[in-house]
């Protein structure tokens, strides 16, 4: 399953969930799960977008609109492009 | 005297504490675990005359190393001191739970499982064969629904019984025949030592590369060559990715499982959330969607924020000036003071302000967009454009936040991976119209252009985004050549946006708005007063002030755009400190020189300018060097005065290229 799970985010460049959950016949908890997984042993990087402005803002007035994170975006780890061409 | 110990383990939110709290009722304690300050539940009950220890474990989803929770829970379950193990399954959420499963049978524990919320489950038409889970397992499978106390008799008969009489289960699991043929060559090497837990569990956990238990190993008692082995094995193998074959097989055994063992209704193969994807996010509607759903979002904000909102908060602003401007002569205050408070604060702070409703709607519903899922689809579809363009579609999302300010916009760069991207990303990204040159284009499109604010607005902002990429293909092409590196997107599912999320959204940057308007835009203004009413000699707020002699050295650089005023000049200028004060500047220098009555700015412009050189004046506005905020930050984020100087430089003179490009091919095809 993660090994299909790294193959469909590695095909798609994108992870929607309710797609791998549905390709795979599995349960949409069982994908976060995968994914949680392939983060925790390196082969998906897990990036912050919401640009951190905490110490160097402190007084900006955008400050509180400046953290959020529109969309949340991950990295196939070098482990992982490793991985996949070894399939 | 107590027969015997049982552990209660499960997910977060199986319902593990409701099991806990009926099995035990009022006879139970809260302590902490050693060295930790995790709860650590404990308790007692009776049955058949002899009472039973139950301990409440952390609710963890494995038993790895991984966390406080998992450490806590594997270590009281590998010490033995537990007979029996109660594992305690989420109906609703079975293979998940299930995985949890798989490693206490890895183990060699004697386990029970309490399906607990089977009630909840049979509502959502998923149901069990108790009897072919069971076999599957090896295991006794006991349906709950704790809350209510029912099967409690049951499950705990079968623990009991499992306690006194049953025997560890074979462990169901086997792995491919290369992690096995390791397990079996760990298992070789440790045979002979005295080993804390059971064999197979620590030559699996040694293959997998558990940390955690193999520092345990080597500060244990085992004897040195078991110790070199065990090294020797973690170094040969550390890149064979054992550990991921050695989950992936345990989801698959769970999978294997649920099959046959568990009826649900057959999940919905398309959603309505993938029939909309199916047309957001297509490689060739993509683009002309989210191009069409920007332009409905400019429409509402000119006609809601301006049209309907604006004229009432501009009259209420004047009223209030009007006041404030009688009750100071009533008052007898000084000339000076008199003049400042109307033609500084109320004519240039007041006249940005007046933009509030505009700001408002626009990011009310730049907010219900995001928190719908919508902007995650928008960057996805940009990725392919932008790549074209020598970028990512991550920079998007950079440009995305930059319509909001272009300081976060820049920050949000930094998490692009490779310097290229980074570079080129910060470089466009004043491109963008931020919240703050709102004001200069609202006032400008109701002098105008007031029939057609929405198009207008929608022009400039993606006037903006032409010019970045654009901009991004030359710098690609020239100063940071190479690959842009690829992301993985996520594409949240498409949800009713909360209104308290799109109405925070929409508060931080009204506040922000409002705050810089206090700040910054009151700083500049009162600069501006000064410098445009000294010498007191000369006529305030003429040519032949401080200010309108600066403004006429300036101006002739803005003679070929078409508005060499020197107010116009001075204004673009004033918008250095912060972009607002562009429209606070002109609201000043232009009060109640040309009006009687109405909205003073709109109409003072209206006889300052045309309809073409407003156009020019607002692409300036839009392109031309950022606020100094933007080019701090620039400077901290390349850490290079050169790369700061070059932003100004260069984005001033693309403005400047623009300007007099519309200006005068207007002139000649004839436009005023």
Redesign the interface.
């Known amino acids: ?3 299909d799970i790294l193959m469909i ?1 590695e095909r798609d ?7 791998i ?2 390709e795979l ?3 949409d ?2 994908v976060d ?2 994914i949680q ?1 392939l983060i ?2 390196g ?2 990087l897990e ?7 905490v110490v ?2 402190s007084n ?9 994170e ?7 780890s070098q ?1 992982g492009k ?2 996949l061409a070894q399939r | 005297m107590r027969k015997g110990t049982i552990a209660l383990v499960g997910n977060p939110n199986s319902g593990k504490t409701s099991l806990f709290n009926a099995l035990t009722g009022a006879n139970h304690y809260v302590g902490n675990w050693p060295g930790v300050t995790v709860e650590k539940k404990e308790g007692f009950f009776e049955f058949e005359g002899e009472e039973y220890h139950v301990v409440d474990l952390p609710g963890t989803y494995s038993l790895g190393a991984f966390s406080e929770d998992e450490v806590i829970a594997r270590n009281f379950i590998l010490s033995e001191e537990a007979e029996v193990i109660i594992d305690v399954v989420d109906a609703n959420n079975f293979e998940r739970n299930l995985y949890l499963t798989t490693q206490l049978l890895e183990m060699g524990q004697k386990v029970v499982i309490a399906l607990n919320m089977v009630d909840e489950a049979e509502k959502k038409d998923i149901f069990f064969d108790i009897e072919a889970l069971s076999k599957k397992l090896g295991i006794s499978v006991v349906p709950t629904v704790a809350t209510r106390g029912t099967g409690l008799e049951d499950l705990i008969r079968r623990a009991v019984f499992v306690l006194n009489e049953g025997e560890v289960v074979k462990n169901p699991l086997r792995y491919d025949e290369v992690i096995e043929h390791h397990i079996e060559h760990v298992e070789e090497f440790l045979k002979e030592e005295e080993l804390p837990f059971p064999l197979r569990w620590v030559a699996l956990k040694v293959v997998e590369g558990d940390q955690a238990l193999i520092e345990s190993l080597l500060e244990s008692e085992i004897s040195e060559q078991a110790k070199t082995e065990i090294r020797n094995f973690a170094r040969y193998h550390s890149s064979d990715n054992f550990e991921l074959e050695i989950i992936d097989t345990r989801y698959r055994l769970t999978h294997e499982i649920a099959k046959g063992t568990v009826s649900r209704p057959e999940v919905q193969k398309v959603t309505l959330s993938d029939k909309i994807d199916k047309f957001v996010t297509n490689k060739f509607f993509g683009i002309p969607i989210f191009a069409a759903i920007m332009f409905v979002v400019f429409q509402l904000t000119f006609v809601i924020g301006e049209d309907l909102l604006g004229g009432a908060v501009a009259s209420l602003v004047e009223h209030f000036g009007g006041w404030l401007e009688r009750f100071l002569t009533l008052v007898s205050a000084p000339a000076w003071l008199i003049s400042f408070m109307a033609d500084g604060v109320i004519n240039g702070v007041g006249a940005v302000v007046e933009f509030v409703p505009v700001i408002t709607v626009l990011y009310l519903l730049l907010g219900f967009l995001e928190d719908s899922g919508y902007m995650a689809r928008a960057a996805y579809i940009w990725d392919d454009l932008m790549r074209k363009f020598g970028l990512q579609g991550k920079a998007f999302v950079s440009m995305i936040i930059g319509f909001g300010c272009n300081v976060p916009g820049i920050m949000s760069a930094r998490t692009l991976d490779n310097k290229k991207d980074r570079m080129i990303t910060t470089l466009i990204n004043p491109f963008m119209s931020c919240g703050a040159k709102l004001p200069i284009y609202s006032v400008f499109i109701a002098a105008f252009f007031p029939e057609h604010g929405g198009i207008v607005l929608f022009s400039l902002y993606f006037l903006g985004i032409l010019i970045a990429m654009l901009m991004a293909k030359l710098f690609s092409k020239t100063l940071f050549k190479g690959e842009s590196s690829y992301f993985i997107m996520e594409l949240p599912p498409y949800r009713t946006p909360g209104a308290k999320n799109v109405l925070r959204n929409m508060w931080d940057n009204v506040y922000g708005f409002l705050k810089r308007a206090g700040t910054t835009v009151f700083a500049v203004v009162t600069l501006v007063w000064v410098l445009a009413v000294l010498p007191g000699s000369v006529e305030p707020y003429s040519q032949h002030s401080i200010l309108g002699q600066i403004g006429t050295f300036i101006a002739p650089i803005f003679r070929y755009a078409g508005f060499g005023g020197w107010q116009e000049a001075v204004a673009l200028f004033a918008g250095l400190p912060a972009k607002e004060a562009v429209v606070g500047t002109l609201g000043m220098l232009y009060a109640g020189q040309y009006v009687e009555e109405g909205s003073m700015l709109v109409n003072a412009l209206q006889q300052n300018f045309t309809s073409l050189t407003a156009l020019s004046y607002m692409v300036m506005t839009l392109l031309y060097t950022p606020c100094a905020a933007v080019l701090g930050t620039v400077k901290k984020e390349t850490n290079s005065f050169g790369w700061t100087i070059f932003l100004a430089l260069y984005t001033f003179a693309i403005g400047w290229l623009f300007a007099v490009a519309i200006f005068q091919i207007g002139s000649l095809l004839g436009f005023s």
Not at chain 1, 13 to 19: A, D, G
């Open positions: 399953m993660l090994k985010i460049r994108m992870i929607l969930r309710s797609q959950s549905r016949n599995i349960a908890t069982l799960d995968g997984q925790r042993m082969f998906i990036e912050e977008t919401g640009a951190d402005c160097a803002c900006c007035p955008f400050i509180k609109s400046c953290q959020k529109i969309v949340k975006t991950y990295q196939i482990k490793d991985y």
